[in-house]
C-alpha cells in the first residue's frame, strides 16, 4: 500500500519537475522575444509578451511553492 503511494508521489514529482524545467524555458524564450520586440516597438505586442512573462513567472512560483 504505501509502496503505491510513494511510487504515485515519484511520478507525480517527476511530472512536476517536468514542468518547472519547461516552464524555465519557456520563460527565457519570452524574456529573449521581449528584449527583441522592444527594439522594434508595438504596444500590443509588448502588452502580451509582459502578460505571458508575467504568467509564466505565476506558473513557476505555483510549481515550485503550490502543492
Known sequence: MFNNFFNFFRLCA?????FLIMVIILMIITFYQMLITLFAPCFG????????YATLICLGFWLIFGC
Open 45 to 52: 505586442n509588448v502588452f502580451i509578451l509582459l502578460l505571458e
Open 14 to 18: 517527476g511530472w512536476k519537475l517536468f
